[in-house]
C-alpha cells in the first residue's frame, strides 16, 4: 500500500527565517510526486510535479527536490502570505494509475 | 479559464436527509477525482472517473456513498442517508492524463458539509 508521511504537523517561521518541509514515501513504482499548497476554506492548489530522484524544481521562495525515499520543499526567507497548510502526494504505477495518495500535510505559520 | 466548479459551497441538514453534492470540471480533462478531507484522516480518495467511467471505487466508504458521471461535464456525489460521521469537506478535482502524461489535478474549492 502506498504511503505518505509528512513532518512537521506544523511549523511555525519568522519572516525571513528559511527552513524545510519533509515528505516521506512508500510506494511501487513513483510515476510522480506533486507539491499542493492549501488555503484556509480553499482546495489544494498544484505548485510543483517532480518524477525522478535529484530532480529540482523552483517557484519564488519555493525549492521542491525528490530522492528514492523523501522530497523536501525547502522555503527561502519566507513571507507570511507564504502561510498555508503543504500537501504532498505520490503517484504509482500499474492498476491505480490516475490515483493520488496524499500525506496529512505541514501547517506553515510565518509571522512578520 | 474557468477552474473546477463545486457546489453547493456549505451544506447543513440533518441526519438521515439525501445530500447530492455537484462538481462541473475543468472543460476537456478526461479523469475527475471525489476526496473527503478531515482533520483526523486528511485527505481521502473516495471514487475517480476516467471518461465517464467509474475507475476505482474503492474509497467509497458504504453503500451510502454513490457517485455519477452523466457526461464529460458533470458529476454528482450523493449521500443517502447521511449521517453524522459524514461531516466533512468534500473536494472535487480534475486532470488530463491521457495515455502517459502526468498532469497534476486541479482542485474545486469545496463544499463543507455538515450533517447534524
Known amino acids: 500500500e502506498d504511503q505518505v508521511t509528512q513532518s512537521p504537523e506544523a511549523l511555525r517561521l519568522q519572516e525571513g527565517e528559511s527552513s524545510s518541509l519533509n515528505c516521506s514515501y512508500t510506494?511501487?513504482?513513483?510515476?510522480?510526486l506533486f507539491w499542493y499548497r492549501q488555503d484556509p476554506g480553499k482546495g489544494p492548489e498544484f505548485l510543483f510535479t517532480?518524477?525522478?530522484a535529484g530532480e529540482e524544481k523552483e517557484k519564488e521562495r519555493l525549492k521542491a527536490t525528490l530522492t528514492k525515499k523523501e522530497s523536501f520543499l525547502h522555503i527561502t526567507a519566507p513571507k507570511p502570505e507564504d502561510s498555508a497548510t503543504y500537501l504532498c502526494?505520490?503517484?504509482?504505477?500499474?492498476?491505480?494509475?490516475?490515483?493520488?495518495?496524499f500525506g496529512q500535510g505541514t501547517i506553515l505559520t510565518v509571522h512578520p | 479559464d474557468a477552474g473546477v466548479i463545486q457546489s453547493p459551497r456549505h451544506e447543513v441538514t440533518e441526519m438521515g436527509q439525501e445530500v447530492t453534492l455537484r462538481c462541473k470540471p475543468i472543460?476537456?480533462?478526461?479523469?475527475l477525482f471525489w476526496y473527503r478531507q478531515t482533520m483526523m484522516r486528511g485527505l481521502e480518495l473516495l471514487i475517480y472517473?476516467?471518461?465517464?467511467?467509474?475507475?476505482?471505487d474503492s474509497g467509497m466508504p458504504e453503500d451510502r456513498f454513490s457517485a455519477k458521471m452523466p457526461n464529460a461535464s458533470f458529476s454528482t456525489l450523493k449521500i443517502q442517508p447521511s449521517e453524522p460521521r459524514d461531516s466533512a469537506v468534500y473536494f472535487c478535482?480534475?486532470?488530463?492524463?491521457?495515455?502517459?502524461?502526468?498532469?497534476?489535478?486541479?482542485f474545486g474549492d469545496g463544499t463543507r458539509l455538515s450533517i447534524l
Open positions: 478535482a480534475s486532470s488530463l492524463q491521457g495515455s502517459y502524461s502526468n498532469q497534476p489535478q486541479h
Open positions: 510506494v511501487s513504482g513513483l510515476r510522480g
Open positions: 517532480l518524477y525522478s
Open positions: 502526494a505520490v503517484k504509482a504505477g500499474g492498476t491505480s494509475y490516475g490515483k493520488l495518495t
Open positions: 472543460s476537456g480533462h478526461d479523469y
Open positions: 472517473f476516467n471518461n465517464n467511467v467509474p475507475i476505482d
